[in-house]
């Protein structure tokens, strides 16, 4: 409904806002050309570039143009105010860290005030695109709703969040069928609904009843498309699910799913195993290189044994995995059925300072590279605590159907350490969950600055 035109708004508004962001650039260069000699253009150019490609960045991480916050002025216009917060930010930090002294400040200036200006007037120019398409007849689809039920409100609710070129006119139903008031007259009954039709002009019909509810339907169908009007069915599937599921097609037979899982498809599967072996190559040559002899070190000067604390874990599908650690503890017998807890004496001091740290953790790279952990995922719990969890949490199993990372939604909202209680466990769940339900690899990223803005401001469950 509408798809093309909603991706043609995102099209455009995204090319409009590069297009400004480009001449903004531009523009100042030209005019204070006078001023920027010419062995400074490299660091123009660079200094250009990644104003562009954080300005993408930033919109995309924050879904800037995505259909839900285009569709809402309001919404896209505090969304973009965000992220152009982020990008002066951005840029800032980029002249200051880069000791770039060739880029002159006072067009730095002046770029940003011109893109402000730009994004600006493209805001009013988005208003000016709206009010087109809502004025103009031949733009807009008139609808009427048939049935009057649970399915028929949520939808027109739906018309209303996305009613760039939708006009609902209202309901139709038999008169002892509505129990409530609504926004929208109820105009007829069923056997009229086709004649109401003809008289305001109606383009499409969404029917809630469906035909193994009501035959007559199937004549309606046909009578609609007999007069040019398109007729469309809009089931209630909770007669046969109780909760929203997913509608899925091979060929032409639907296939129905409990939850959306964007990481069944292979080629984000890819994008993910590709971003885990960059991350955890780097980490491993130039972090693991020089911190496991050292930390290995101080390990075994406090604590006779082993530098790494290898513990069984469940992974994807349920399937055990050795999981690594920095050992922080004194050898200990409870190790793989008592979780730590605050001020545990069985923590070494070394063990405090790499558990505060989190680089307890940093080995579990290893993991990433030979594929049995992601970098982003549910933590991975001992399997003790899998059946323990699994008999508390309905849903804790669906978890498992991701790799298990080193760190998550759930802990970038706070849901680490140890677990108490039972609505602490599911808590931790519900994030996973929608993690899995909402994965995409800017999700990822946007996790592990988190991540490390967390490690570096301090986190009190880190213990």
């Not at 490299?42 to 919109?59: N, P, R």
């Not at 639907?254 to 959306?260: E, K, N, Y």
């Not at 991350?279 to 496991?292: A, G, P």
């Not at 350490?417 to 990822?444: A, H, M, S």
Request: glycine share 4%.
């Amino acid at each position: 409904m509408n798809t093309q035109f909603k991706r043609y708004l995102q099209l455009n508004l995204i090319f409009l806002d590069l297009i400004i962001l480009i001449f903004s650039f531009i523009i100042p260069r030209i005019l204070f050309h006078n001023r920027i000699s010419a062995a400074s253009t490299y660091a123009y150019v660079i200094f250009g570039t990644y104003s562009l490609l954080s300005w993408a960045i930033f919109s995309s991480i924050l879904g800037t143009y995505t259909e839900k916050i285009i569709l809402q002025f309001e919404t896209f216009t505090k969304r973009t105010l965000q992220v152009f917060l982020l990008w002066i930010i951005f840029i800032l930090l980029y002249l200051f860290f880069s000791r770039e002294v060739q880029v002159s400040r006072f067009f730095v200036i002046s770029f940003i005030i011109a893109f402000a200006c730009g994004i600006f007037f493209n805001r009013f120019l988005y208003v000016g695109i709206r009010n087109y398409f809502k004025t103009k007849d031949y733009l807009v689809n008139n609808v009427l709703i048939l049935g009057y039920n649970d399915t028929a409100l949520k939808l027109s609710s739906y018309f209303e969040q996305e009613s760039i070129n939708t006009n609902l006119i209202g309901f139709i139903e038999d008169e002892e069928n509505v129990k409530e008031l609504t926004h929208y007259p109820v105009l007829s009954n069923i056997k009229n609904l086709i004649q109401i039709a003809k008289d305001y002009d109606v383009q499409e019909i969404y029917s809630t009843i469906t035909p193994e509810q009501n035959s007559y339907i199937y004549e309606l169908m046909s009578q609609a498309e007999n007069e040019c009007i398109r007729f469309k069915v809009v089931p209630n599937l909770s007669h046969f699910f109780s909760k929203p599921v997913i509608v899925d097609f091979i060929r032409d037979l639907p296939v129905l799913s409990l939850r959306s899982e964007p990481l069944e498809d292979v080629g984000n599967r890819l994008k993910k195993r590709i971003l885990d072996l960059i991350v955890s190559s780097l980490v491993i040559v130039f972090i693991l290189s020089w911190l496991i002899p050292l930390v290995g070190l101080l390990i075994f000067i406090e604590s006779r044994g082993a530098i790494f604390f290898s513990q069984k874990r469940t992974g994807k599908n349920n399937m055990p995995f050795n999981c690594l650690k920095f050992r922080s503890m004194k050898i200990n017998k409870d190790s793989d059925s008592i979780q730590a807890t605050k001020n545990d004496q069985r923590i070494t001091k070394i063990g405090k300072f790499l558990r505060r740290s989190s680089l307890d953790e940093f080995p579990q790279f290893i993991n990433v590279f030979k594929g049995e952990m992601s970098l982003v995922g549910p933590r991975p719990h001992m399997l003790k605590h899998t059946d323990d969890y699994s008999q508390i949490v309905d849903q804790y199993m669906i978890r498992h159907f991701l790799k298990p990372g080193i760190t998550g939604w759930a802990q970038i909202n706070g849901f680490r350490g140890e677990i108490t209680e039972p609505k602490q466990i599911k808590l931790r769940v519900q994030n996973d969950l929608w993690y899995l339900e909402n994965w995409n690899i800017w999700l990822d990223i946007k996790i592990l600055f988190l991540t490390v803005y967390t490690i570096i401001k301090g986190d009190k469950q880190a213990y």
